[in-house]
């Protein structure tokens, strides 16, 4: 099992959609954690970092569940700009370990 | 402010040549990160540098890879003696000091053995 997963997708939505992404982790002692977007294998850039009572950012919401062991990434009206692939990215002391991704694809 | 630079963006080397990667963090920043980027596949982790240290070297190949991140000038990326596998996109990051703190990523160098 790999120590973080995630859905590689694709996922298509029409635009306007709200659609959401989980990351599973093993690792309970993990104790950051990011969500990246990569476009077109060029190099990640960095979306939001997840805090333990949520965050949001626009239509970008992030949540962290320790309990249950994962991070979600929920993007609401979705553009045919927020096509990409969204990594998650896991960190314990030093040790980051990033996900496979989730390609999304928003269709007009 | 600069982001963080990668050069060369593309380098060809055949079998048995050596490659050097080169990565400047963004300024201020004295934790830099690298990552390899197989086709089809995910980041990996390699080694994770301070200046005039490795702090984990836990995703490097054991032998052939070596990093470096000297006091003065850029973070080093060494590969020796290539072989085909070792074709990939490697990424360098930085960060100002050690995770939770954000990493930023350079535009990578794309390495193709032949």
């Known amino acids: 099992r790999k120590e973080v997963e995630q859905d590689p997708g694709p996922f298509n939505v029409p635009e306007g959609a709200t659609v959401a992404f989980n990351c599973t982790y093993s690792?309970?002692?993990?104790?950051?954690f990011f969500w990246y977007r990569q476009d077109c294998r060029k190099e990640p850039k960095l979306l939001m970092s997840v805090y333990s009572s949520g965050n949001e950012d626009g239509r970008f919401t992030a949540q962290l569940n320790r309990a249950s062991q994962y991070i979600s990434l929920l993007i609401r009206d979705s553009k045919l700009s927020d096509s990409a692939t969204y990594l998650c990215l896991s960190s314990n002391t030093g040790k980051l370990i990033f996900g496979q991704g989730t390609t999304l694809q928003v269709k007009p | 402010n600069a982001g963080v630079m990668q050069n060369p963006r593309h380098l060809v080397r055949r079998r048995g040549q050596e490659a050097r990667l080169r990565c400047s963090p963004m300024?201020?920043?004295?934790?830099v990160y690298w990552y390899r980027q197989l086709p089809e596949e995910g980041l990996k982790f390699m080694v994770y540098?301070?200046?005039?240290?490795?702090?984990?070297e836990s995703g490097m190949p054991k032998e052939r890879f070596s990093a470096e991140f000297p006091k003065e000038g850029p973070s080093i990326l060494r590969i020796q003696q290539v072989v085909r596998g070792d074709s990939a996109a490697y990424f360098c990051?930085?960060?100002?000091?050690?995770?939770?703190?954000?990493?930023?990523f350079g535009p990578g160098t794309r390495l193709t053995v032949t």
């Open positions: 300024k201020g920043h004295s934790h």
């Open positions: 690792n309970s002692a993990s104790q950051s």
């Open positions: 990051a930085s960060s100002q000091s050690e995770t939770p703190y954000e990493q930023y």
């Open positions: 540098l301070q200046k005039e240290n490795i702090i984990d």
